[in-house]
């Protein structure tokens, strides 16, 4: 009964929005058609669970008055004009509370300078790529933004480029090719590549470089090339169904290299596209579908449930989604304010851990240092692990990651009900 009930709030809330004055206003962005739109709908749905599941509990406390959150949605569609164009229509709303989502690189770097201007808080979510939040950091010829309103909720470039890199010279490889697509989030991942290669001791020699544009089917020049040096394993970072063509490519040209990337490689439309020839793709994840936590069980449960399927289409950007709405939702209780600046005072000082189903989080940001971007980035290394392509889904690489997942919810429930105790005690 409470998972059909939670089913129907949730699909109400495409309907047209409320007139209520007393509401928290938020905007969910990102591609919810194009290339991209298997990570957009996901974060976009795991987001509208989390409304539902708050909406249901009567809303946000603020300031001792419950206020549902209302919606409002746009789609990007995945191109940086049409991103621009929906965060200038965002920044011109005097009520609105925060945005939660964006996923392609090109976006946050076109859009959210206009957020920005105007002091509206945001949170990325699930876009990883390192320049998303640079961009506001020092450089060399000038200083850093002072005061960022903008946030990230997703395991950034740098910290999957070392991932994929420790993981090749763990199976061993010395000699790896790196494609890349030639969006920002592309070149942008080559560069963490590069410098994670280096970072670790050079113990990966790179025998060629090769991208391929939005679009591109056929991968085998870029795949020959990489044959013909001697590369052991493809280090890859791209975006959409040209994954799937980098990996139906392998077995054209007969080349039996793994195939080694950003968290990307879990998206269904690689998955589906690329079949059997994906099985034993890797690339780190913030959250496996194959479920280790009893929080996480029910999360998906749910999902399934709502939006009737059987798979999420983008684990990870279901999940970001989903606890980005609860840290949301506890920065606005803790202001006692809808107001946006606020609320982004609130979230560099989270004072109550945040339940969610991929962590609970412990002071995720703190106050912003340009010359720091991790100030206003929640995920540390320890937040990621490593996924695997397994016929038609993505597994634990290492299923000790999913044993210590399950352990830590545990030791997290123990130590909440003893702090329950103390605080009876009182």
């Given at each position: 009964?409470?998972?059909?009930?939670?089913?129907?709030?949730?699909?109400g809330?495409?309907?047209?929005?409320?007139?209520?004055?007393?509401?928290v206003?938020?905007?969910l962005t990102?591609?919810?058609?194009?290339g991209?739109?298997?990570?957009?709908?996901?974060?976009?749905?795991?987001?509208?669970?989390?409304i539902?599941e708050?909406n249901?509990?009567?809303?946000?406390d603020?300031?001792?008055?419950?206020m549902p959150?209302?919606?409002?949605?746009?789609d990007d569609e995945g191109?940086n004009e049409?991103?621009?164009?929906?965060?200038q229509?965002?920044?011109?709303?005097?009520?609105?509370?925060?945005?939660i989502?964006?996923?392609?690189?090109?976006?946050?770097l076109?859009?959210?300078?206009?957020l920005?201007?105007?002091?509206?808080?945001?949170?990325?979510?699930?876009?990883?790529?390192s320049?998303?939040?640079?961009q506001?950091a020092n450089k060399?010829?000038?200083?850093?933004v002072?005061?960022?309103s903008?946030?990230r909720?997703?395991?950034?470039?740098?910290i999957?480029?070392?991932?994929?890199?420790?993981?090749?010279?763990k199976?061993?490889f010395?000699?790896?090719?790196i494609?890349h697509?030639a969006?920002?989030?592309?070149v942008?991942?080559?560069?963490d590549l590069?410098?994670?290669?280096?970072?670790?001791?050079?113990?990966?020699?790179?025998?060629?470089?090769?991208?391929?544009?939005?679009?591109?089917?056929?991968?085998?020049?870029?795949?020959?090339?990489?044959?013909a040096a001697?590369?052991?394993?493809i280090?890859i970072?791209?975006?959409?169904?040209?994954l799937?063509?980098v990996?139906?490519g392998?077995a054209?040209?007969e080349?039996k290299?793994?195939?080694?990337?950003g968290w990307?490689?879990s998206?269904?439309?690689f998955?589906?596209?690329?079949?059997?020839?994906?099985?034993?793709?890797?690339?780190?994840?913030?959250?496996i579908e194959?479920?280790?936590s009893?929080?996480a069980?029910?999360?998906?449960?749910?999902?399934?449930?709502?939006y009737?399927?059987t798979?999420i289409?983008?684990?990870v950007?279901?999940?970001q989604?989903?606890?980005?709405?609860?840290l949301?939702?506890?920065a606005v209780?803790q202001?006692?304010?809808?107001?946006?600046?606020?609320i982004?005072?609130?979230?560099?000082?989270?004072?109550?851990?945040v339940?969610?189903?991929?962590?609970?989080?412990?002071?995720?940001?703190?106050?912003?240092?340009?010359?720091n971007v991790?100030?206003?980035?929640?995920?540390?290394r320890?937040?990621?692990?490593?996924?695997?392509?397994s016929d038609?889904r993505?597994v634990?690489?290492?299923?000790?990651d999913m044993?210590?997942?399950?352990?830590?919810?545990k030791k997290?429930?123990?130590?909440?009900?003893?702090?329950?105790d103390?605080?009876?005690?009182k």
């Amino acid at each position: 009964m409470k998972k059909t009930l939670l089913a129907t709030l949730v699909l109400g809330l495409f309907a047209a929005p409320s007139f209520a004055a007393d509401v928290v206003k938020i905007a969910l962005t990102g591609p919810f058609s194009g290339g991209s739109a298997p990570m957009g709908t996901s974060m976009r749905d795991g987001a509208k669970l989390a409304i539902a599941e708050i909406n249901a509990a009567g809303g946000i406390d603020v300031a001792g008055k419950k206020m549902p959150i209302e919606i409002i949605e746009r789609d990007d569609e995945g191109k940086n004009e049409r991103g621009a164009l929906v965060a200038q229509e965002l920044a011109s709303m005097e009520d609105l509370s925060g945005v939660i989502g964006t996923v392609n690189t090109g976006i946050a770097l076109s859009g959210d300078k206009h957020l920005q201007e105007k002091g509206i808080t945001k949170i990325i979510t699930p876009a990883a790529g390192s320049a998303s939040m640079t961009q506001w950091a020092n450089k060399a010829d000038k200083p850093g933004v002072p005061n960022l309103s903008i946030f990230r909720f997703a395991a950034h470039d740098g910290i999957q480029a070392a991932m994929v890199v420790e993981s090749a010279i763990k199976q061993k490889f010395t000699k790896v090719a790196i494609l890349h697509d030639a969006t920002n989030y592309g070149v942008s991942g080559r560069d963490d590549l590069l410098a994670q290669i280096k970072a670790q001791g050079d113990k990966l020699h790179v025998v060629a470089t090769e991208k391929f544009n939005v679009g591109d089917k056929d991968m085998t020049a870029q795949l020959l090339s990489a044959k013909a040096a001697g590369a052991q394993a493809i280090l890859i970072w791209g975006i959409g169904p040209e994954l799937a063509a980098v990996a139906n490519g392998l077995a054209k040209v007969e080349m039996k290299t793994p195939l080694i990337g950003g968290w990307t490689l879990s998206m269904s439309n690689f998955i589906d596209n690329a079949g059997k020839n994906g099985n034993g793709a890797l690339m780190p994840q913030t959250f496996i579908e194959e479920a280790a936590s009893t929080r996480a069980k029910s999360f998906i449960n749910g999902y399934y449930k709502t939006y009737n399927v059987t798979r999420i289409p983008s684990p990870v950007s279901a999940a970001q989604g989903y606890d980005a709405v609860y840290l949301f939702a506890a920065a606005v209780k803790q202001a006692k304010s809808t107001n946006t600046v606020k609320i982004k005072e609130a979230l560099e000082d989270l004072q109550e851990p945040v339940k969610g189903v991929i962590a609970t989080w412990k002071h995720p940001f703190s106050k912003w240092d340009p010359a720091n971007v991790q100030t206003h980035e929640a995920f540390r290394r320890e937040n990621a692990v490593m996924g695997m392509v397994s016929d038609g889904r993505v597994v634990f690489a290492d299923k000790a990651d999913m044993k210590r997942e399950a352990k830590e919810e545990k030791k997290d429930e123990k130590k909440g009900a003893k702090q329950g105790d103390k605080k009876s005690a009182k």
